[in-house]
C-alpha cells in the first residue's frame, strides 16, 4: 500500500477510533465517521468493508500491538520476575492511553446482538492470553515461580482491569475520583494499580 493511501487509511482510523470512544457502536455512522475523515463512504468501504470492519480494525490494531510486546517480553533474556513486571508496566500503561476503545472491546463480549464481533474479539485476545500464560509457565518450569493457578490469577488481573474501566461510576466511589474513566485513570490511580499487580503476582508466585 502507497503511502498516500496508508496515511488515508490511517487517518480514518484514527477518526472512527475517536468517534466510536466518544459515541459507542451504534450512534457512529459510516456517514458520520466519512465527513469527519473528509473522505467518501466508497473509500471506507473500500478499504474496512463497512463500519463492523473498520470497528475490528480499531480493536485488532491495539491488541495486535500488545501481542508484538508480549512475543517481546518472551524472547527477552531477562529473569521471568522482570518478565512479569515489564508486562505489567506496558499492559497498564496501555490501558490508560487507549481506556476508552477497551471498554467498547469489553462491551461488545458482554452482549449477544454481534456475536460476530465478540467472538472476532475473543479470537484475537487470545493470542495475547497464550502470551501472558507463557511467562507464567516458563517461571514455574525454570524454578522461579511456585504452582499457581494461573489461569485464576489472569482472571482476577483482568476483573481489576474490567472494574476500572467498564465500572467507572463504582470504581470512582472507591477512589474517589471522577466517573469518567479517563479522568479516573489519572497517573497516581495507574501507578498503583501497576504497584498492585507487582504485589499480587508477587505474593502468589514466590517459593
Do not use: W
Not at 502507497?2 to 459510516?30: H, P
Not at 465517521?33 to 480493536?59: P, Q
Not at 490494531?61 to 508496566?89: E, G, M, P, V, Y
Amino acid at each position: 500500500m502507497g503511502d498516500e493511501k496508508l496515511d488515508k487509511r490511517n487517518a480514518i482510523l484514527e477518526v472512527a477510533e475517536e468517534l466510536f470512544s466518544e459515541l459507542g457502536f451504534d450512534a457512529t455512522t459510516t456517514r458520520l465517521i466519512a465527513k469527519k475523515a473528509d473522505v467518501n463512504i466508497a473509500m471506507l468501504n473500500y478499504y474496512f468493508g463497512g463500519k463492523e470492519g473498520l470497528y475490528l480494525a480499531i480493536l485488532e490494531k491495539h491488541i495486535a500491538a500488545n501481542h508484538s510486546r508480549l512475543q517481546t517480553i518472551n524472547s527477552d533474556n531477562i529473569s521471568s520476575f522482570d518478565k512479569l513486571n515489564k508486562f505489567i508496566d506496558g499492559y497498564v500503561d496501555h490501558m490508560q492511553r487507549s481506556c476508552a476503545v477497551q471498554k467498547l472491546m469489553y462491551m461488545e463480549m458482554s452482549i449477544s446482538i454481534r456475536n460476530r464481533i465478540s467472538e472476532h474479539i475473543v479470537g484475537m485476545l487470545s493470542k495475547n492470553l497464550i502470551e501472558i500464560k507463557k511467562i507464567i509457565s516458563d517461571g514455574v518450569a525454570n524454578g522461579s515461580f511456585a504452582q499457581v493457578d494461573a489461569e485464576m490469577l489472569i482472571a482476577s488481573m483482568f476483573g481489576t482491569k474490567v472494574y476500572l474501566i467498564n465500572a467507572s461510576p463504582m470504581a470512582s466511589l472507591l477512589f474517589k475520583g471522577s466517573t469518567d474513566v479517563q479522568e479516573l485513570l489519572t497517573d497516581d490511580v495507574v501507578q498503583r494499580l501497576k504497584d498492585h499487580y507487582k504485589k499480587m503476582f508477587k505474593l502468589y508466585l514466590s517459593k
